[in-house]
């Protein structure tokens, strides 16, 4: 008996009219009725989706954005016209298709629209390791969830330490294949006369040494995603034996035996101009085409000004974590000094400040403008660059507390209400914490010694609650 694929459907509560039924003879079907919407099962082919609302829940939101490549039909049920906002509303969920509930199937072998493909939020692009809200990375994120639905060749090109792998990673994390092997190379770090041997495998006895075959990183990275980090080094034999690998889908191992097919998603990196390697006769033209399939560009973090301390807070919670140090915040003087570096060494060079700067400063819960000092010390005109910084005001974080509420010291003749200076004091320490933990609770609770639901009951009863709790993520 042959297996059929398998349809999961969200009917978001809506009623099936006993229509699963009629479907059953065409796919294995799984139906979820509840309201709320829940990720499909992983061997899922299609997920249909009730469309009949005026826009989706918010848990279809999110969870469409954990399905990758799965294709999804949202199906409203006849006679029922779709206004243009209700339109608007669904097509948030990205690449997707419209159909009518009706008592023919979905057909099997629907793929995802190449179309409009949603951006990533912030949290979806955080839990993937970016962090990218400016146009420049946003554009990044779109065309990297485009890719994700395919397995064409993707070019990422940037200065180093732009995070290209982290970029490929993401892909390969998006895609339907996330299961799968990724296989990173950085072509630079082997030697020439190695890097075919490593990437398409060898046979035994095919030279001194070769003991036993060895299947080589295509075939290791067989359904699933192969990287190759600084392609513009391989050298052009290699090129030759790469470009057939991406004509054909086929590897051949050094020594000879039959050719082996290899399904396997392509991603390259550079940190040079492709184009003028060709140019230049040191890449192969024919070879540079059929890398450019999908290509993507990073910018440098001199470009991308507005995300440093949202990157620098990023890496500050994960470099705490890895050192197993308390978690630390970083005062809001640092932030324009951070912008107005110029930034070299991009992302990465980022990454490494933020790391000695936590290392360096045991002993304090804030990280201030001073922990950032060596920065300018490679930088032309350094001084000038902190002198045009603003003044940094660092009464309010790190010195006496007291003096910086203005509580008056001493009792005056017509006497005062000491519930009132108190209730200022507390409010402005509170602010004052909340300011540097940038809205954390949880650490502006610990910057005053206290527990975080007395934090927040005392938020409540000096009227500093300004909405619902909502959740905060783990730093």
């Known amino acids: 008996m042959p297996v059929l694929p398998r349809l999961h459907w969200s009917t978001l509560g809506e009623p099936t009219q006993g229509l699963e039924h009629h479907w059953a003879g065409t796919w ?70 419209w159909g009518t509930l009706s008592g023919d199937p979905p057909r099997p ?33 779109a065309k990297a969830r485009s890719a994700a639905a395919t397995k064409a060749t993707v070019l990422l090109q940037g200065e180093s330490g732009t995070g290209k792998e982290v970029i490929a990673r ?54 699933g995603t192969i990287f190759l980090d600084e392609v513009a080094t391989m050298p052009l034999a290699a090129q030759v034996r790469l470009l057939r690998v991406l004509q054909e889908r086929e590897v051949q191992p050094l020594g000879g035996g039959a050719p082996i097919k290899v399904d396997v998603r392509v991603v390259v990196a550079t940190n040079t101009d492709l184009w003028k390697k060709v140019e ?18 990073l910018p440098p973090l001199r470009e991308r000004r ?37 930034w070299p060494g991009n992302v990465r060079q980022l990454e490494n400040a933020i790391e000695r700067a936590i290392v360096l400063s045991p002993g304090r819960p804030v990280l201030i403008r001073e922990d950032f000092s060596f920065l300018t010390e490679r930088v032309p005109h350094g001084a000038e660059l902190i002198a045009s ?15 910086s509420a203005s509580v008056p010291m001493d009792l005056p003749p017509e006497g005062l209400d000491l519930n009132q200076v108190v209730s200022e004091v507390e409010k402005k320490l509170m602010l ?13 609770a610990e910057l005053l010694g206290l527990k975080r639901t007395t934090f927040l009951e005392k938020m409540k009863r000096l009227e ?12």
């Open 28 to 97: 294995d079907l799984t139906v979820d009725r509840n309201a709320t919407a829940a990720l499909p099962p992983e061997d899922t082919d299609l997920w249909v989706v009730s469309a009949d609302g005026l826009e989706p829940p918010p848990a279809l939101l999110r969870a469409i954005a954990e399905v990758a490549a799965l294709p999804v039909l949202l199906l409203r049920s006849e006679g029922k016209p779709v206004p243009v906002q209700v339109l608007a509303a669904w097509s948030a969920l990205g690449s997707v298709r």
């Open 109 to 141: 072998g629907l793929r995802p629209l190449a179309a409009h493909v949603a951006p990533l939020t912030a949290g979806q692009a955080l839990s993937l390791g970016l962090v990218g809200f400016g146009p420049g990375m946003q554009e990044v994120l």
């Open 170 to 223: 993401a892909i390969h994390r998006l895609s339907a294949e996330a299961d799968a092997p990724f296989a990173p190379v950085h072509c630079g770090a082997i030697p020439e006369n190695l890097i075919e041997s490593e990437l398409f495998g060898y046979t035994k006895g095919a030279f001194t040494d070769a003991r036993k075959d060895t299947p080589g990183k295509f075939r290791e990275a067989h359904g």
């Open 280 to 297: 230049a006769g040191q890449f192969r033209e024919d070879l540079f085409y059929r890398l450019e399939v999908i290509p993507i560009t």
């Open 306 to 342: 507005e995300e440093v301390p949202f990157l620098a807070q990023h890496f500050l919670n994960r470099k705490a974590r890895e050192h197993g140090l308390y978690p630390k915040a970083l005062h809001p003087s640092v932030d324009p000094l951070l912008m107005a570096m110029p």
């Open 389 to 403: 910084l603003p003044p940094v005001h660092m009464a309010s974080a790190m010195s006496a507390p007291m003096a």
């Open 432 to 444: 004052q914490s909340l300011q540097i933990t940038r809205g954390n609770k949880k650490r502006a």
């Open 464 to 475: 500093l609650e300004d909405g619902p709790e909502e959740p905060e993520a783990e730093a």
